[in-house]
């Protein structure tokens, strides 16, 4: 089955200890990409990669990391979490081009306490 | 730059109503628009895009959307509302040199009352 898979799905935790959301697709993408929700502000693009060892800054980039070492993997790092980072987090994927659909993970939700 | 702006946070209608919920964008190139729905505790699915070919364009559920050129939007309609359809709907656009970025709407809740 074609899927984006997040891990984890929940996480409580408290400002400054470093944490990983992992990413993972099993549909060839080249392109993945981090999104945060928050109410009222619809996804807000944090990072994305357009292939292996190719990542650039979204919209909302201060205070995340990211890493593309192989194509179906692309975690989300935050080295020293902040509470302003409580969120709705999602990863997404798809092939480059413009006119083709993202497909989306099933999201991770954090609270930074 | 793109922007999509949905009008109306929350809309409500009767099972059986009309479903209309508006997008408008913004986009110095031909667009590809999308609309996508998120179910409570799930990432999004996509509903429809339009990549330039007809401009009515349907997709899954009964929904379709039209794009409007002239007034730049780009709204998602359904003839009969069912209860199944509360979600929160997104409106995405994409293309350009923004190559691959989606921006999107601020996303309208749609509650369907019985």
């Known amino acids: 089955e074609a899927q984006v898979t997040q891990n984890p799905r929940y996480l409580i935790t408290v400002t400054g200890k470093k944490l990983t959301v992992t990413c993972s697709q099993n549909m060839n993408h080249e392109y993945m990409s981090w999104y945060r929700q928050d109410p009222g502000l619809g996804l807000r693009q944090i990072y994305y990669?357009?292939?292996?060892?190719?990542?650039d800054k979204g919209d909302v980039p201060e205070g995340y990391k990211v890493s593309r070492k192989e194509k179906r993997n692309f975690p989300l790092i935050l080295e020293s979490p902040s509470p302003n980072q409580t969120s709705l987090y999602f990863c997404?994927?798809?092939?480059?081009?413009?006119?083709?659909?993202?497909?989306f993970g099933d999201g991770t939700r954090l609270s930074i306490l | 730059a793109q922007s999509v702006t949905q009008l109306g946070s929350h809309v409500s209608v009767s099972e059986g109503a009309l479903v209309l919920l508006r997008c408008n964008y913004s986009s110095s190139v031909p667009p590809y628009l999308f609309w996508y729905v998120q179910y409570p505790n799930q990432g999004l699915q996509l509903l429809l895009k339009y990549t330039s070919a007809a401009t009515l364009v349907k997709g899954i559920n009964g929904f379709e959307a039209e794009f409007k050129k002239s007034e730049t939007s780009f709204h998602l309609t359904k003839p009969s509302a069912h209860m199944s359809d509360a979600a929160e709907y997104f409106c995405a656009v994409a293309g350009g040199t923004s190559y691959g970025k989606l921006t999107f709407g601020q996303g309208t809740i749609l509650t369907v009352h019985p």
């Open positions: 990669s357009m292939n292996v060892e190719v990542t």
């Open positions: 997404a994927s798809s092939f480059t081009d413009s006119n083709q659909p993202q497909h």
